[in-house]
C-alpha cells in the first residue's frame, strides 16, 4: 500500500497502519507531525525516514519542495534534488502528481530510484503551470 498522509496528521497515527504501509510519502509538515522532526536539511530528512523506517514502513519517500527528496528504505536513505524550475506558477498539485507518478513508476516495476526520478520531473513541471489538473503532464512531456 502507498500511504500520502495528507493532509498532516494532528493526531499519532496508528502503528499497525504504518506497519502495513508499503511505501509512505510525507512532505515536510507530514513528516513533522508524524516523527517529530523538522526536515529542514537533508541530514533530518534522512533521520526522519529512518524513524518512520523503525516504525514499520518498508519504503518513504520525504518530499521537500524544491531541495528534492529523500528516499530509501531500513537505513539506506538518499537524496535527489528537485529540477529547477525557473518559474513556479502554482504548487497546488505538487504533492499529488509526484505521489500518482511514483505510483505508476512503482507499479511498472522500476526501481524506487528510477520512480523517484520520473516523479521528481514530474513535479517540476506541474508547479510551473497554473490549476491543478491543467498543470498534471502527460507522459511525453516526461521523456
Known amino acids: 500500500m502507498i500511504l500520502n498522509p495528507a493532509p498532516a496528521p494532528n493526531r499519532p497515527v496508528d502503528a499497525g497502519l504504518l506497519e502495513s504501509v508499503t511505501l509512505l510519502t510525507p512532505n515536510e509538515s507530514e513528516t513533522f507531525a508524524l516523527t517529530g522532526i523538522n526536515p529542514t536539511t537533508t541530514e533530518e530528512a534522512i533521520r526522519a525516514a529512518q524513524c518512520l523506517s523503525g516504525l514499520g514502513v518498508k519504503q518513504v519517500v520525504i518530499t521537500l519542495g524544491g531541495n528534492g527528496c529523500v528516499y530509501g528504505n531500513s537505513n539506506n536513505f538518499k537524496h ?13 498539485a505538487a504533492g499529488d502528481s509526484f505521489t500518482a507518478a511514483l505510483a505508476v513508476s512503482v507499479v ?3 526501481s524506487l530510484e528510477e520512480a523517484v526520478v520520473f516523479a521528481t520531473k514530474v513535479g517540476s513541471i506541474t508547479v510551473s503551470r497554473p490549476g491543478a489538473q491543467p498543470s498534471l503532464p502527460y507522459r511525453h512531456e516526461i521523456i
Do not use: L, S
Not at 535527489?80 to 497546488?92: C, F, L, Q
Open 80 to 92: 535527489i534534488p528537485a529540477v529547477k524550475v525557473k518559474n513556479v506558477v502554482d504548487t497546488t
Open 108 to 110: 511498472e516495476g522500476k
